[in-house]
């Protein structure tokens, strides 16, 4: 499942919201209509309208813009729920340092609240930072239903990556390597799927991450990925196999 940039008020903020976390496509009207609610607000509230802004950017896949409304926003807001808020932007824009970099401020800020580490932990799962997510949710004091599912979710992913064999620095390299290479063709990934498969005792795991486009967006980001992967010397795709899958 994906998720969605923290709770900040405001009917605009919570329509973006709704926005950027669906997987279907923003028509043109109605990112025209909320880039003029944004500008309106701009004035009147910066704080709010500057994510608001980097949402936008996210939407009409311009990582530059987003990442440089992010940090404005930033500039103003060192909340917790601001750095969980950019550190999903900068995932969904490739930037994974600076990603994880937000996700582990946000996290000193508010270790023991359970609402707020579940997301932080599931964004870290996505980079591959699996140790990270498992050890904040491990760490937390009340633990509700979500925070148990993902846990052992999680739990399950390493376990099928130990299986195959799969050193865990690699998976966070060769899915650094994916979000740069969806950065440069101004693809914001939406979600991933990790798969383990076994065939005649040979382990393997599949980690996919989800994008908008058709078969040859598909063809041409993994094209490049496996020209970057292909050059680490760790690369075994029989064993770690990182792809992109259209939606």
């Known amino acids: 499942m994906s998720r969605q940039p923290l709770k900040i008020s405001g009917q605009l903020i919570d329509e973006l919201r709704a926005a950027y976390q669906s997987e279907e496509a923003v028509d043109q009207f109605t990112l025209r209509r909320l880039a003029h609610e944004v500008d309106k607000l701009l004035p009147v509230d910066p704080t709010p309208a500057y994510l608001g802004k980097a949402l936008l950017a996210v939407l009409n896949h311009d990582a530059a813009e987003a990442a440089r409304y992010a940090a404005n926003y930033l500039r103003l807001d060192t ?6 808020n950019v550190g999903m932007i900068y ?5 994974s340092a600076k990603a994880v970099a937000c996700f582990m401020d946000a996290y000193a800020k508010a270790e023991q609240d359970t609402d707020f580490v579940e997301p932080i932990a599931y964004e870290l799962s996505c ?5 990270a997510a498992e050890n904040m949710l491990v760490r937390l004091n009340r ?35 994916a979000y740069e290479v969806a950065r440069t063709h101004n693809v914001a990934p939406t979600m991933y799927s990790i798969q383990a498969c076994a065939d005649e005792g040979n382990r393997s795991v599949l980690i996919a991450l989800h994008i908008d486009g058709d078969d040859d967006l598909e063809y041409s980001l993994e094209y490049q990925l496996a020209e970057k992967l292909s050059a680490l010397p760790s690369w075994a795709p029989e064993r770690l196999n990182v792809a992109f899958e259209c939606r």
């Open 79 to 84: 909340s917790a729920a601001a750095f969980a």
């Open 91 to 95: 995932r969904r824009i490739g930037e």
């Open 127 to 131: 980079l591959g930072r699996y140790a």
């Open 143 to 177: 633990k509700n239903a979500k925070v148990e599912k993902l846990l052992s979710s999680i739990q399950e992913d390493m376990q099928s990556i130990s299986e195959a064999d799969i050193d865990f620095a690699d998976v966070e390299a060769q899915l650094d390597i």
